[in-house]
């Protein structure tokens, strides 16, 4: 195997002396390994896209029924032109960004970041991302390229050299930088082995157990869906709550915990038939006490009615009182018709309460025969 001395040794970086210089030399450039982060990549394909388009959209801005998606190409082939001529031999991906981002703002113009330009670059970065304006194999080679072209120090792709097409081989199965699928089933991302554990942490078809312990895997991008609507396990309410119940159950648990409490909701129920039944009957004197105040309120409000009819220096005075007997006839009548409607929704609150009482009857007969203990048999 050559080593790095050997390349820059005078014998062989000048012209070669034997045909075995030569085979060695063309061996060591052609077993060197070309493995790169695709997640770098992709994220500098992306913003390549972003910027030509942010780019179409400025320069677009002020021309009435301009494309710009006609000028994402020339953009493009504008900016890949600026960024290769901004490596330096001290250069770094992060020198990409910058330079980038310099370039970007360099297209905008007096009028931007208006709220439809935003509207207009989305859109415009949606098409170009299915490959209209820009072909996707063209976005990825210029992504490429810069990534080479920047990645000085080796940090997103590998170049290491192999005196056998064996050892390269070998190599590639274990480096850092190789293609890997994602396990998940249902994703098709292929990602760099360095960054497979950061796309497996957040990858929407990851598997996970759900944490409200019902025990499914759900997708990732669907647990939180799952957690709220389908899952056994998510907090309920026992339907007998608001009549004191303070059992705590789940979504899946709801029925068995209403059979194995029938005994303690019919008590329950009963209370609250009592509730009913004093609340009614305190209603029904409401609305005998107001009767009975019309009764006595109806023959003053005629006899003062009469009198003003008969006029006299008192007329003021009485059609005042009048007035307001009036106003107290309205209040009670009102009064009366509230309490009627009280009185029917009652009625209808007690019929369900009866009914209510019937089927927890019914089901604490049918735990007693289950259960023989209950019972007392044995």
């Given at each position: 195997m050559m080593t790095e001395i050997?390349?820059?040794?005078?014998?062989?970086r000048g012209e070669p002396g034997t045909d075995e210089e030569k085979v060695q030399?063309?061996?060591?450039?052609?077993?060197?390994?070309?493995?790169?982060?695709?997640s770098t990549r992709d994220g500098i394909g992306k913003a390549l896209v972003d910027a030509a388009c942010k780019a179409a959209v400025y320069q677009t801005g002020m021309k009435p029924f301009a494309n710009p998606k006609a000028q994402v190409g020339p953009l493009s082939a504008e900016l890949v032109e600026k960024l290769e001529q901004g490596v330096k031999p001290d250069t770094i991906l992060s020198n990409l960004s910058a330079n980038i981002n310099?370039?970007?703002?360099?297209?905008?113009g007096m009028f931007t970041l208006n709220f439809w330009q935003e509207d207009s670059i989305a859109s415009l970065q949606a098409d170009v991302a299915r490959g209209d304006g820009w072909a996707a194999a063209d976005v990825s080679r210029a992504a490429r390229t810069l990534l080479l072209a920047y990645d000085k120090r080796g940090l997103a792709h590998c170049e290491e050299a192999f005196a056998s097409p064996e050892e390269l081989l070998a190599h590639k199965e274990g480096c850092a930088f190789r293609p890997v699928e994602c396990q998940n089933h249902g994703c098709v991302q292929v990602v760099g082995a360095n960054s497979a554990g950061a796309h497996d942490a957040s990858c929407p078809h990851k598997l996970l157990v759900c944490p409200q312990g019902c025990g499914a895997d759900v997708k990732r991008a669907a647990l939180r869906d799952h957690m709220a609507t389908e899952c056994d396990m998510k907090p309920a309410?026992?339907?007998?709550?608001?009549?004191?119940?303070?059992?705590?159950?789940?979504?899946?648990?709801?029925?068995?915990?209403?059979?194995e409490c029938a005994g303690t909701h019919l008590k329950l129920v009963v209370d609250w038939v009592g509730r009913l039944s004093t609340e009614a009957v305190a209603t029904e004197a409401r609305v005998r006490d107001i009767k009975l105040l019309l009764q006595g309120?109806?023959?003053?409000?005629?006899?003062?009615?009469?009198?003003?009819?008969?006029?006299g220096e008192a007329r003021g005075k009485l059609a005042g009182e009048v007035r307001e007997l009036r106003a107290s006839l309205n209040g009670m009548a009102k009064a009366v018709t509230a309490l009627e409607g009280e009185m029917k929704t009652q009625k209808s609150d007690m019929k369900l309460a009866i009914k209510t009482m019937d089927r927890l009857a019914r089901a604490q007969e049918d735990m007693v025969k289950r259960v023989p203990m209950l019972s007392g048999k044995s």
């Open positions: 050997e390349l820059n040794s005078p014998g062989v030399i063309v061996d060591r450039g052609a077993c060197r390994c070309s493995n790169m982060c695709w310099e370039w970007t703002a360099g297209k905008r309410v026992c339907p007998y709550k608001e009549l004191g119940c303070d059992g705590s159950v789940t979504a899946g648990s709801v029925d068995a915990h209403c059979r309120v109806v023959p003053k409000v005629e006899e003062t009615a009469a009198e003003v009819v008969a006029g």
